[in-house]
């Protein structure tokens, strides 16, 4: 959801690769979408980490700043091509001499959502998309999605996909996948795991527990309903293994939205074991919030 304080509105890090390209497209859109501006962000990796203790070759530092130039303005005019033609936004641009991790999470008090690739190419692959993706989504302040594909299927009609386990974090989850169901005008498919491992109790009454698990989730939904009664909501609750029924349904949605670490069947599911095989198994955006408070 909107706040007005968030000046940099949707931050999107781009490093001219196609799936930074991809995460682009989704960031203008969802930035017009939200009617809030896009902070096109680069940032300029030097090698010191693995150059030699000595200054690296000007030559370098001049094509890696060029490099960084070109794609971010590249990004600008994505972005301005994937907004629809009646609804533009603003379209800001930062270019930053630093490691794109710390500062993404600096940022990410002023932004609405940071939205991220997977995967990177050259020298600048080892910067603003890989492995940083990881930790902007455990320490940023505020929603981070990342992008998996950089051929986006055309999913527009599709559901946005909820995981739910009851925790702050779960909460904050909740809200946006309500938000942005609404803002696309399609179902919502909230999903629930009565356990984080798989469960193979003889005397487990299935039914009984199932029933119950059932009207805890329409509990927990029952407040963001009435505040999106545009939005039909379907309820899914399964006995285990979170993680696995999440990668199955994503197959028919348009956006997975999860929080970041929680408790009960979600439990540090993007942030635990179960995270790579999340992020590296669906097509679609996976979007993580964070409690309110974090």
């Excluded at 497209?25 to 009617?35: F, G, K, S, T």
């Excluded at 301005?80 to 800001?92: C, G, L, Q, R, S």
């Excluded at 270019?95 to 991790?101: G, I, N, R």
């Excluded at 890989?130 to 981070?144: I, L, Q």
Aim: a negative charge; hydrophobic letters at 45%; aromatic letters at 4%.
């Amino acid at each position: 959801m909107s706040t007005p304080d968030k000046a940099r509105g949707i931050i999107v890090a781009v490093d001219g690769s196609p799936a930074a390209n991809a995460a682009v497209v989704w960031a203008a859109r969802d930035a017009a979408m939200r009617n809030v501006a896009l902070t096109v962000f680069g940032a300029v990796v030097t090698p010191t980490a693995t150059w030699p203790p000595m200054a690296y070759p000007e030559a370098l530092a001049v094509r890696l700043e060029d490099e960084t130039k070109k794609a971010v303005m590249h990004a600008m005019k994505i972005a301005e091509e994937a907004m629809p033609a009646e609804h533009k936004v603003t379209v800001n641009r930062e270019l930053v001499f630093a490691s794109p991790a710390p500062a993404l999470i600096e940022m990410s008090d002023e932004a609405e959502m940071i939205v991220m690739g997977t995967s990177g190419r050259g020298l600048l692959a080892r910067g603003v998309l890989g492995s940083v993706s990881a930790t902007v989504v455990r320490h940023a302040m505020c929603p981070v999605t990342v992008i998996h594909d950089e051929d986006l299927p055309d999913l527009q009609h599709a559901p946005v996909l909820l995981g739910v386990d009851g925790s702050p974090a779960s909460e904050r989850a909740t809200e946006i996948a309500f938000d942005e169901a609404s803002r696309r005008g399609v179902d919502l498919v909230a999903l629930h795991a009565w356990s984080d491992v798989t469960t193979e109790v003889p005397s487990l009454d299935w039914a009984t527990v199932e029933e119950e698990a059932q009207r805890s989730l329409a509990e927990s939904l029952a407040g963001w309903q009435q505040r999106y009664p545009d939005v039909t909501v379907h309820r899914v609750v399964v006995r285990d293994r979170p993680a696995r029924h999440l990668i199955d349904a994503a197959e028919s949605a348009q956006l997975v939205v999860v929080g970041s670490h929680g408790r009960g069947g979600l439990t540090g599911m993007l942030l635990g074991s179960v995270s790579n095989t999340l992020l590296h198994s669906v097509r679609i955006p996976v979007m993580v919030a964070k409690p309110a408070s974090a």
